[in-house]
């Protein structure tokens, strides 16, 4: 059984960081590409950024939406089966539930739209105070 399991979400403040972290488990880690989701409320489920299976040892390829690029960061530890967001300089718009899924390619980019993806965690909520 395939579970993916969202933690380090919680309330912060404009400007500062969190970092959120995916656990995965039932399936070959190494071999899906992830991806980091959010959905606000009223709002369409929408990609933040995703990272690639291992293409060769510890290569991986990112992709990041404009809204994040420079200040959300997506990593992986396949020994852990793990991947990580790094968010910083936190604003009150990135207030939504934060999602990882996972999908079975070694394509450099995994896709954009959440329905391509095969797994997904069930979230855990970030808020922005000002």
């Known amino acids: 059984q395939v579970q993916l399991v969202e933690s380090g979400g919680g309330l912060v403040q404009v400007g500062g960081s969190l970092r959120l972290s995916c656990a995965a488990s039932g399936l070959t880690f190494s071999r899906y590409g992830m991806g980091w989701f959010r959905q606000a409320p009223g709002k369409e489920r929408g990609l933040l950024g995703t990272i690639s299976a291992s293409l060769t040892g510890s290569t991986y390829t990112t992709y990041y939406t404009d809204s994040v690029k420079g200040r959300f960061t997506i990593s992986r530890d396949n020994a852990e089966n793990m991947a990580y967001l790094q968010m910083n300089s936190l604003k009150p718009e990135d207030t939504a539930v934060y999602y990882c899924?996972?999908?079975?390619?070694?394509?450099?980019?995994?896709?954009?739209?959440?329905?391509?993806?095969?797994?997904w965690g069930q979230g855990t909520q970030v808020t922005v105070s000002s």
């Open positions: 899924a996972a999908v079975n390619t070694y394509y450099a980019y995994p896709p954009r739209t959440p329905e391509r993806y095969d797994y």
